[in-house]
């Protein structure tokens, strides 16, 4: 799973996971570090920071516009970055098995047209 967080909200999470049995695996930067635990499941931490017009202007600089979607979890209700957004974070590096099965599921889910890219994925199942 994917997580775009406040920057204020990390330690918190952090705290959290670990007390659910995660540890960190890799960390990329300040601002994107990854936690997994014996299961195999996977958390990757995207974090920034808004300023005072409601922009990123810290940390993963994710655009405005792509932290517009809403979702929920166990009943909850969170905002989260938009399907199309995240269809389009999943392009421009080398991808993986992983990717397109993530993509797909989005796209399925959402009715967004698969990706010239990961055609070669679909085409080789």
């Known amino acids: 799973m994917d997580i775009a967080i406040?920057?204020?909200?990390?330690?918190?999470?952090?705290?959290?996971?670990k007390a659910r049995g995660y540890r960190e695996v890799i960390r990329h930067s300040q601002w994107n570090f990854e936690l997994s635990d014996d299961c195999g499941?996977?958390?990757?931490?995207?974090?920034?920071?808004?300023?005072?017009?409601?922009?990123?202007?810290?940390?993963?600089?994710?655009?405005?516009?792509?932290?517009t979607g809403t979702g929920t979890i166990s009943g909850h209700a969170v905002r989260c970055v938009s399907p199309e957004w995240m269809v389009k974070f999943h392009s421009g590096y080398e991808?993986?098995?992983?990717?397109?099965?993530?993509?797909s599921a989005l796209c399925e889910k959402f009715g967004i047209k698969l990706p010239q890219e990961y055609v070669q994925f679909k085409n080789s199942s």
């Open 41 to 67: 499941r996977q958390v990757d931490v995207h974090s920034f920071v808004l300023g005072s017009d409601g922009n990123v202007e810290k940390g993963v600089m994710y655009p405005t516009e792509s932290l």
């Open 95 to 103: 991808l993986k098995e992983k990717d397109f099965k993530d993509v």
């Open 6 to 17: 406040e920057g204020k909200d990390v330690s918190r999470l952090t705290a959290a996971l």
